[in-house]
């Protein structure tokens, strides 16, 4: 199975903006959808955004209007936008097979990848 490669993350001060990046080769142009997720130190893991195969977004409430989701398909990469980030968007952020992908995309990838680290400061 290939891995879903996150990246992308660093150290902000509010109001900044970083774009994270998912990428694992064919994962796009397999038509798997994806979800991020992120996880601040102490809570639970929350879904923040999801893209369809098709390329249709849907974003949580609280980054609704601040993040944009994009993709790839030549680079078979999903891109997440952050903008206007406050501290609370701070989190180790995860992408994922979304979950209305096929069921071959949990055959060809593993279901998690490794995380990136979104710091911002006020």
């Known amino acids: 199975q290939e891995e879903l490669v996150a990246s992308g993350g660093g150290s902000v001060q509010a109001g900044e903006s970083l774009r994270l990046s998912c990428t694992a080769p064919?994962?796009?142009?397999?038509?798997?959808?994806m979800d991020w997720y992120r996880q601040a130190a102490g809570k639970q893991r929350e879904w923040v955004s999801s893209?369809?195969?098709?390329?249709?977004?849907g974003y949580a409430a609280s980054v609704k209007g601040r993040f944009t989701l994009s993709q790839d398909k030549a680079k078979d990469t999903v891109y997440l936008q952050m903008s206007s980030l406050k501290p609370e968007d701070t989190a180790t952020y995860f992408c994922?097979?979304?979950?209305?992908?096929?069921?071959?995309?949990?055959?060809?990838?593993?279901?998690w990848g490794q995380g990136t680290q979104v710091t911002v400061s006020s």
């Open positions: 994922k097979i979304g979950a209305n992908s096929g069921a071959w995309c949990y055959d060809l990838f593993k279901e």
């Open positions: 064919g994962f796009l142009t397999n038509d798997c959808g």
């Open positions: 893209i369809t195969p098709v390329g249709y977004t």
